[in-house]
């Protein structure tokens, strides 16, 4: 157990409040020369209570344009997977802003449900991590409460194609070239275009500013042999899906190639049963009958009890290396 003067520390040193729900508002980065406009939600610590929203059929649990408590915290950037939108993870972004960071998830232009122009695309291979840097730049610059952001403590938490983006964001180089093992057979536009000897046309953007990340089940993961994931430095926990309910084809499973490729050995969860959709916020029953296949999980698998059991995990982990990159 824990002893409870360290806890004591730990909520110290964090500067956490017992916040009873996240806030939450929207806001939009400005069109650039690094890219186009683009869409976030922005959860932050709040002494509101929660109410019920209801977000394109996802059911929020938060406080709508509540004012942030807090200063010094933490930040978090979310990166969502292939044709996935900023509302994904959204009680994983209610779970830590109510454990006192601030969370600012966007939706990646081109690569969401309402938006797949660019889906599966060599440009948002490339486009996705720039996207995360502008995002940083964005909450520690531009966002109205830009101060209250401890740009010491700065973690991603990217899933699938997300998890991909995160990869790259903390230092490692994706192999976009022509003869990629398993690229030649992939359904990837992608892959396509490497194939026939397309190249980027723009140089990949790492961020250095992000001290940890939590990644998981990342995809393509045939983009970065063992060599390319040398620069990775910082602490990663790694999660993956269960490959044996993963057998339909999608996307995304698994992590251990990753996990025995990584420089330094990463905190690893390995979830028995999990399809690769479980990581995503439990479904409404609307949102069951509208996308069956990612709402349903394996039979006896409890998505929500998971979700209770991973947040806790990466809170803590979070809580942790920040803690340890704050030591003189």
Same mark, same amino acid.
């Given at each position: 157990m824990r002893p409870p003067t360290l806890v004591f520390t730990i909520l110290f040193f964090f *500067?956490? $409040?017992?916040?009873?729900?996240a806030g939450v508002k929207n806001f939009d980065i400005p069109a650039s020369p690094e890219g186009p406009a683009i869409r976030l939600l922005v959860w932050t610590p709040c002494s509101e209570p929660p109410q019920e929203m209801d977000g394109r059929g996802a059911m929020f649990l938060a406080a709508p344009g509540c004012p942030v408590t807090g200063d010094k915290l933490p930040l978090i950037v979310v990166s969502h997977g292939r044709r996935g939108w900023f509302g994904g993870h959204h009680d994983t972004a209610e779970a830590?802003?109510?454990?006192?960071?601030?969370?600012?998830?966007?939706?990646?232009? *081109?690569? $969401?449900?309402?938006d797949t122009s660019r889906?599966?695309?060599?440009?948002?291979?490339?486009?996705?991590?720039?996207?995360?840097?502008?995002?940083?730049d964005y909450m520690l610059h531009?966002?109205?409460?830009?101060s209250r952001i401890d740009a010491a403590r700065i973690g991603l938490y990217g899933f699938s194609f997300g998890g991909y983006t995160g990869l790259v964001v903390i230092g490692g180089d994706p192999a976009l070239r022509k003869g990629l093992a398993n690229c030649q057979t992939s359904t990837l536009q992608a892959c396509k275009?490497?194939?026939?000897?397309?190249?980027p046309d723009r140089p990949i953007v790492h961020d250095p500013r992000v001290k940890a990340a939590v990644i998981v089940d990342p995809f393509p993961a045939f983009v970065f042999p063992e060599e390319n994931l040398k620069g990775i430095t910082v602490p990663v926990q790694l999660w993956s899906s269960d490959p044996a309910q993963n057998a339909d084809g999608l996307s995304g499973c698994c992590a251990a190639a990753i996990s025995q490729r990584l420089p330094v050995r990463p905190d690893y969860h390995f979830v028995e049963n999990a399809t690769h959709f479980s990581f995503l916020a439990t479904c409404t029953s609307k949102e069951t009958q509208a996308t069956p296949a990612i709402c349903t999980d394996a039979p006896g698998f409890d998505r929500a009890d998971f979700h209770r059991r991973l947040h806790a995990d990466v809170v803590a982990f979070f809580r942790k290396h920040f803690a340890e990159s704050a030591k003189p």
């Open positions: *500067g956490v $409040t017992v916040a009873q729900a830590l802003a109510d454990a006192g960071f601030v969370v600012a998830t966007l939706n990646h232009p *081109g690569d $969401t449900g309402r889906t599966d695309s060599l440009a948002v291979l490339v486009e996705r991590p720039t996207d995360m840097k502008r995002l940083v531009a966002w109205p409460d830009a275009q490497l194939e026939s000897g397309e190249l």
